[in-house]
Each structure stands twice: as structure tokens, then as C-alpha cells.
């Protein structure tokens, strides 16, 4: 195995066992044994535990956004476009789990303990809204929406942890249809 495969595992094995368990609940020792790697890899690539948290909250930020980019559609107007953020937001949650946000969970774990991971948190919630306001300004709309699209998708990620997928996507869907933005 190359040692970039190697720091891939850990970052993939971490990631799995915070989004399952939470932060603090799992040790380098558990990340470790279920990545099949040595002590001294993990710290070759990583200077600590919170070096991997970061690491793995930019790559998700990533993908996300890479996510989004693929499935929004702009070029309808205001309501498609509004329905294919919140479909894009709902298939990012039921390919990545049902588990949270792990953004808003490394901010609640690490708000007072690590700015750096709660400012990473923060940030890219900030981004998100941000995103948003651009594309609302690219279809001639309310920025002030951007604020009420992101409770919404808040609000999705929130509900598929109580609630059937399904019901979610079908709520979800049924709520982009009946927001009319006049254009």
C-alpha cells in the first residue's frame, strides 16, 4: 500500500467512526485498528487526531459543493432552482447517512475546546448560505431567501434522523413546489 492510500484509510476509517460515534468518543488507538495502520503512519501524515478531524471536514466540504454544482439547476428559474438544491441536499444525505450534519457536530463538540474545527464548522455553514445569495443574485431573486432555503435544508438533515427517508424527500419536494418566487 502506498502511504497515500494509507493516509486515505485513515481519513475514511475516522470519518466512519465520528459520523457514527461523535468526536470525542473515538480515539487514534480505535481509528487505528480499524484502518489496519501503525502509530507512526497516522502521525507521518497527521500531527493529531484534530489535524484529521480538519482534514476530513475540508474534504467533505468538497465533496459537497461539487455535489451541489452537478445537480443545480439554474437554468429554469427561481423554483427549479430552488427544488434542485433541496433534491441535491437530500441525495448528498441519503449517499452520505442519516446521522446529522457532522459540521454541526464538530462544532457542538468543539466550540471552546478548538476554534479551528468550530471556525471550520461555521464557515462552512456561512459558505453554504453564501453559495446561495450568488446564485439568487445570478436569477435576480431575494437574497434574504438564501437564509429561509438554508433552514430548509437544515431542516432535511434534521428530520431523515427521525423520520423515513421517503417521507422526508416527499415533504421535501412537495414544500420546493409550493415556495413561489416571483421572478
Not at 22 to 32: C, M, P, Q, S
Not at 75 to 99: C, P, R
Not at 133 to 148: A, F, K
Amino acid at each position: 500500500m502506498k502511504k497515500s492510500q494509507k493516509k486515505e484509510d485513515i481519513i475514511n476509517t475516522a470519518e466512519k467512526l465520528f459520523y457514527q460515534h461523535g468526536f470525542h468518543a473515538i480515539g487514534v488507538k480505535n481509528i487505528l485498528e480499524q484502518a489496519g495502520v501503525a502509530t507512526m503512519t497516522m502521525y507521518y501524515h497527521f500531527k493529531s487526531k484534530e489535524d484529521v478531524i480538519k482534514e476530513i471536514l475540508v474534504q467533505r466540504e468538497k465533496q459537497y459543493f461539487q455535489l451541489l454544482e452537478v445537480k443545480i439547476n439554474r437554468d429554469n428559474g427561481i423554483n427549479q432552482y430552488i427544488e434542485s438544491l433541496i433534491k441535491a441536499h437530500l441525495d448528498w444525505i441519503e449517499t452520505d447517512g442519516f446521522n446529522g450534519c457532522l459540521f454541526l457536530r464538530a462544532k457542538q463538540e468543539y466550540d471552546g475546546v478548538n476554534e479551528e474545527i468550530a471556525s471550520l464548522s461555521k464557515k462552512h455553514k456561512k459558505k453554504l448560505i453564501d453559495k446561495i445569495e450568488m446564485d439568487l443574485n445570478l436569477l435576480q431573486c431575494p437574497e434574504s431567501l438564501s437564509v429561509q432555503i438554508s433552514i430548509i435544508l437544515e431542516g432535511l438533515t434534521s428530520m431523515v434522523q427521525i423520520l423515513e427517508l421517503d417521507k422526508v424527500k416527499d415533504n421535501a419536494i412537495d414544500l420546493a413546489k409550493s415556495i413561489q418566487v416571483t421572478e
